[in-house]
């Protein structure tokens, strides 16, 4: 592809910022243009001779990869072309003809007398240079074209003489003859929007060279707004800041580290680069508060100013109640406030301060305290209750210690507490309020305290499983402060205290929430202690009763009764009920949950999915929520993903998910989710022979040192023993089936199935009579698969087991399915049964894609009596099985016993699969005959 430059304004070629890579690896050159795959095809298909349009008008901001994107496609799809670059710019603007004087140089003289000859005299010199090849027209600042060089440029595309890509910032501003062609479908519009996290992570990868967890990708797509340029400017003041982190050969986002973002603020400068000092000032103040009234505003900057603002798209107006503005993108503030140091700040709040009547109270907190000015408790409070809600509880801790007298206050001790168990840390969360009781708070009854108390409920509940020693013994002492006798005896209590109020005649509303998060404490409580059958009690009748308390609160509850079932002997149910809930969180309604507990409930269907075998049906679930949303995304995603490639045995796979969740959850792992995850990261490790690595991983699994949670610790254990017998564990069966035992015991069916299907895959087929008696009172369809597989490992049948292994790739258990099938052909070899032993090789043969060679189908339909073979050539034939039985004098329930025995010698399910196994024999018999 020969290149053609306007001198004077090169082609645009974009040169992020550079980021420390791994050592002696480069930035791939044309890593913007990654996650446009969709963009890049229609591009292509435009320079096809087929194609009705011309070319493409490229549309998206500043560094949003226009350039990139075209470079690309010419350099892949352009080979063999002649392209012309031409760039508008402001400057060239003024001049007719402007951006193409580097053309209009090489004209004759009188060529340039008219515009009509400039037209005929530029074409026919781009032809003659192309010499019989393509010419493509590529035009950056599209909107920067004078008039005359858009009018040369459209008219040689009108004509079909040249292809044209022309990208745009502001396809407003587009010259009308663009915009012509546009409309009659000469030239397509490609936008190009925002990349999705998906497609950043891509992206990060390649520049980092090196995996990024979705965490850290997903943060600096926030950050950046999915913009490729400002995504790699983030991503470069991330690692100098050390918030992103290479760490155990991932890259993973450290959120207790700041970040000034120079070189972000720099690539963002086009944007304040026009703006006055007070617009600036109005940036400022919205950065720190979030938002003021309109009329105070006013007051201060003129009302054209404003409006210049708003239509930059740096500002919204929103009205509730008042006139009220505030920032378009609330990422853009976080930048801004990174420039603005203790005496600018301090400085705004004598000038400017906020009205606390519409101001965002955490970022007005925030405020406050980086200026040095006092935080009242109300402001501390509603602060860390924003906070707390917005998924930042170490702000939240900041705000509550603002306020000198929180130990006092019960709604302060609350969102505290409430602080300490969104990061993680129940002992803090236990160890807060027993301190507020020491001080002598909640001595009375309201609706804080009944808060208090489920949140303090919560704290023990997690740490009922602390290890004895200095944090045991300082736990007893904490509950023996306690008003009640043990975590569920909180709940109780604060039923009561419940009851009392709502004597008091409390508001109906608050009343019935304070019902609902009773009533979902209880829920998580009994499910964290694995108590399934009580949850099921509980929660049947709730669920039941509808929308009648809200959709969110069903949906919360349904995943809690989802588990219930799953875990016990409802398989059928809970994945019913779990299409039924999936859908109620995708169909658009937007019940009313937060982002977190979206994410939970989500999270809970995928694992009870997991752990009650329906692999594909999970995979289904994930897939159709490819990027996870707004409220599925994150190291809970990724962990998502990772479990399920782990409990399909794709080590591979598995560990690409994992290894990055690990890593991550090292720097940051509220939920207690590392030994867990850790766990199946050796499971994945180990099936790639890995050891070192699955070792590794297994010193992190030990469950002892997280939250207790029963689910998350009996599915940790499961992948800890399935890695140590892959590792060549002698007793890895053995604890399989004591676990297995435990499970059935305290009523865990799903476990002691999943325990069973395990200890007969590493050996124990003594179990598979237990194994059998368990999946006979499961539903599903896993327990199905079970049934068949513990009868064909038990009593060494090679058509059960081949059954077992369809049923189980159907269900996604990719290695499981693999396995049962190479049982099966161990056991069909060692009974001699050659039959089933070749049908299995030639069932191989077929999925692999491999032609089945002549004397192989010729020796499988030996198998058959000189009977059986005439029928079965009648059959292939599309004789009927009336018309078979009159040529050989025989009855037709005859004919149809011996299509019987031929089906089963030769494995197949119906004529049509025998007529092809037939044909592929002819080439063998040259008459025809069997």
Same mark, same amino acid.
């Given at each position: ?538 929660l049947t009748g709730i669920y039941a009763r509808g929308d009648e308390n809200g959709r ?98 794709? *080590? /591979?796979? =598995?560990?690409?998910? &994992?290894?990055? %969740? !690990? $890593? ?8 207690? #989710? @590392? ?73 865990? *069916? /799903?476990? =002691?199935?999943?325990? &069973?299907?395990? %200890? !007969? $895959? ?8 237990? #194994? @059998? ?79 089945e060679g002549e004397g192989e189908v010729e020796d499988c339909l030996r198998g058959l ?66």
């Amino acid at each position: 592809m020969e290149n053609h430059h306007s001198t004077g304004a090169n082609a645009l070629k974009a040169h992020p910022p550079t980021i420390g890579n791994p050592p002696a690896r480069q930035a791939a050159p044309d890593a913007l243009f990654l996650g446009r795959s969709g963009l890049v095809k229609a591009m292509a298909e435009r320079l096809q001779p087929e194609s009705a349009a011309s070319g493409c008008l490229l549309i998206g901001e500043a560094g949003s990869g226009k350039s990139a994107l075209m470079r690309h496609v010419l350099q892949v799809y352009g080979r063999g072309s002649y392209t012309v670059h031409i760039r508008g710019s402001a400057f060239a603007r003024r001049t007719p003809f402007g951006a193409l004087t580097f053309l209009l140089s090489d004209l004759e003289p009188e060529a340039s007398s008219h515009p009509v000859l400039i037209l005929r005299g530029l074409t026919e010199l781009v032809r003659e240079r192309a010499a019989g090849r393509t010419v493509i027209l590529a035009v950056d600042n599209a909107e920067e074209l004078d008039e005359f060089s858009a009018m040369v440029l459209s008219q040689m595309v009108v004509n079909r003489s040249a292809h044209m890509f022309a990208a745009f910032r502001d396809f407003s501003a587009a010259p009308s003859e663009f915009m012509g062609l546009w409309r009659e479908g000469l030239l397509t519009r490609l936008d190009l929007e925002p990349m999705l996290p998906s497609e950043c992570s891509h992206l990060l990868e390649a520049e980092l060279r090196g995996p990024v967890s979705r965490a850290a990708a997903e943060d600096l797509t926030r950050v950046s707004g999915g913009n490729p340029s400002l995504l790699l400017a983030a991503a470069a003041d991330y690692r100098d800041c050390g918030r992103l982190a290479f760490s155990g050969g991932v890259w993973v986002l450290s959120p207790n580290m700041e970040c000034a973002f120079p070189r972000l603020y720099a690539a963002m400068g086009a944007r304040l680069s026009a703006v006055t000092e007070g617009q600036r000032e109005l940036l400022d103040v919205l950065a720190l508060c979030g938002a003021l009234p309109l009329l105070q505003v006013l007051e201060r900057l003129d009302s054209t100013e404003v409006d210049a603002l708003q239509e930059a798209g740096l500002l919204q107006l929103a009205h509730s109640g008042v006139p009220v503005l505030s920032l378009a993108e609330p990422a853009f503030g976080a930048i801004l406030r990174t420039q603005l140091d203790t005496a600018r700040r301090n400085d705004l709040l004598k000038r400017f301060p906020p009205d606390q009547d519409v101001a965002w109270p955490h970022l007005t907190a925030e405020w406050f305290i980086s200026a040095g000015a006092k935080v009242s408790a109300p402001l501390a409070l509603s602060a860390a209750q924003a906070a707390n809600g917005s998924g930042n509880p170490a702000a939240a801790e900041r705000f509550i210690a603002a306020d000198p007298n929180h130990i006092y206050s019960p709604a302060a001790v609350l969102e505290l507490t409430l602080s300490h168990l969104r990061r993680g840390d129940a002992r803090a969360a236990a160890d807060a309020v027993a301190r507020h009781r020491a001080c002598g708070g909640s001595t009375g009854s309201s609706l804080e305290d009944v808060r208090l108390l489920l949140a303090e409920s919560s704290a023990l509940c997690q740490t009922e499983g602390a290890r004895s020693g200095e944090n045991g013994e300082r736990l007893r002492l904490l509950r023996e402060q306690t008003h009640a006798d043990g975590h569920a005896g909180l709940l109780d209590e604060a039923e009561t205290m419940l009851a009392s109020l709502k004597l008091q005649e409390m508001e109906r509303g608050e009343a019935a929430q304070l019902e609902r998060d009773l009533i979902l404490a209880r829920a998580r409580c009994l499910s964290q202690h694995g108590q399934y059958r009580e949850s099921v009690s509980l929660l049947t009748g709730i669920y039941a009763r509808g929308d009648e308390n809200g959709r969110g609160f069903r949906i919360l509850v349904g995943s809690w009764l989802c588990t219930a079932w799953g875990m016990t002997d409802r398989q059928s149910d809970a994945q019913e009920l779990a299409a039924t809930l999936w859908h109620m969180l995708v169909d658009g309604s937007q019940p009313d949950l937060t982002r977190d507990e979206a994410a939970e409930v989500r999270s809970r269907i995928v694992h009870m999915l997991l752990v009650t075998g329906a692999v594909s049906v999970a995979a289904e679930y994930l897939a159709a929520d490819e990027d996870g949303g707004a409220s599925y995304g994150g190291t809970l995603r990724e962990v998502s993903e990772g479990m399920l490639h782990a409990f399909a045995g794709r *080590g /591979a796979a =598995a560990t690409a998910k &994992l290894l990055p %969740a !690990v $890593r991550q959850l090292e720097a940051s792992d509220p939920g207690g #989710l @590392l030994p867990v995850v850790s766990a199946a990261a050796a499971y994945a490790a180990a099936l790639q022979g890995h050891r070192d690595r699955a070792e590794e991983h297994l010193r992190k699994a030990d469950p002892g040192s997280a939250p207790k949670h029963a689910d998350l610790q009996r599915t940790g254990t499961h992948f800890i023993v399935l890695a140590r017998g892959v590792l060549g564990s002698a007793d890895a069966a053995e604890q399989m089936a004591a676990l297995a035992d435990s499970d059935e015991a305290r009523g865990a *069916g /799903a476990y =002691a199935l999943l325990g &069973l299907v395990s %200890a !007969v $895959r590493l050996g124990s087929t003594d179990t598979a009579q237990q #194994l @059998l008696d368990v999946a006979s009172g499961l539903q599903g369809r896993f327990a199905r698969f079970a049934e068949d597989y513990a009868k064909g490992s038990g009593g060494y049948d090679a058509q059960l087991l081949l059954l077992a292994a369809d049923a189980a790739a159907a269900q996604g258990h990719e290695l499981l399915a693999h396995e049962t099938g190479e049982r099966a052909l161990e056991v069909a070899s060692g009974a001699g049964d050659r039959a089933t032993v070749r049908f299995i090789h030639r069932s191989r043969r077929l999925q692999s894609g491999e032609v089945e060679g002549e004397g192989e189908v010729e020796d499988c339909l030996r198998g058959l009596t000189t009977r059986e073979r005439v029928i079965a050539r009648h059959a292939a034939a599309g004789t009927t099985n009336k018309m078979i039985a009159s040529e050989l004098s025989i009855s037709v329930r005859t004919v149809e016993g011996h299509l019987y025995q031929i089906y089963s010698k030769l494995h197949v399910g119906s004529r049509r699969e025998l007529a092809r196994l037939i044909a592929s024999s002819k080439a063998a018999s040259a008459q025809g005959e069997l």
